[in-house]
């Protein structure tokens, strides 16, 4: 059987961008960080990254949505964090923010992948954002890099 998978290497000149919030920055400063650093380290240069800065999470689908649209990206990075609290704020927007992100991705065809942490606890977020559990910006860098080179393997 053949198989395509994609490599998280990048090519020369892939333009990626971040959109990450500014609510919970204790943890998603990390996530912006080990993104940065996973891009770097796996080929896209410095000049070639761009970061968006939003209020807070439930604002990541439309700056997605209006950086797809743009045409001037190959890949969208969505970074955030959505800890739960005392009241039901976390079941309406963590959801939503998945659900945005995915539609734009599909809606448009840019690759966005989803480093938004939904965690119970704050010592969770934090266990994601670099701690024991490592970082969930890293990973979403990475996977952004694989889905490019998915998506030049598929034609």
């Known amino acids: 059987m053949k198989t395509l998978e994609g490599s998280p290497i990048a090519t ?4 990626l961008w971040l959109v990450a919030s500014r609510f919970n920055a204790l943890v998603v400063e990390p996530l912006i960080r080990g993104a940065e650093d996973a891009l770097l380290r796996h080929g896209v240069t410095a000049a070639n990254l761009t970061l968006v ?14 950086i797809a649209s743009g045409g001037k990206v190959d890949a969208i990075v969505a970074l955030g964090a959505v800890v739960r609290g005392n009241t039901p704020h976390f079941d309406y ?4 923010v998945a659900k945005g992100v995915a539609q734009v991705s599909l809606n448009t065809g ?5 480093g938004v ?4 606890t704050m010592d969770q977020a934090l266990e994601r954002a670099g701690g024991k ?22 034609g």
């Open 110 to 114: 840019v690759i966005v992948s989803f």
């Open 12 to 15: 020369p000149g892939l333009r």
């Open 117 to 120: 942490l939904t965690t119970d």
């Open 53 to 66: 800065r939003v209020p807070g999470a439930w604002e990541i689908p439309w700056a997605c949505r209006q």
């Open 133 to 154: 559990a490592g970082n969930k910006g890293a990973d979403a860098a990475l996977t952004a890099l694989e889905m490019l080179s998915l998506r030049a393997a598929l």
């Open 93 to 96: 927007v963590a959801g939503e």
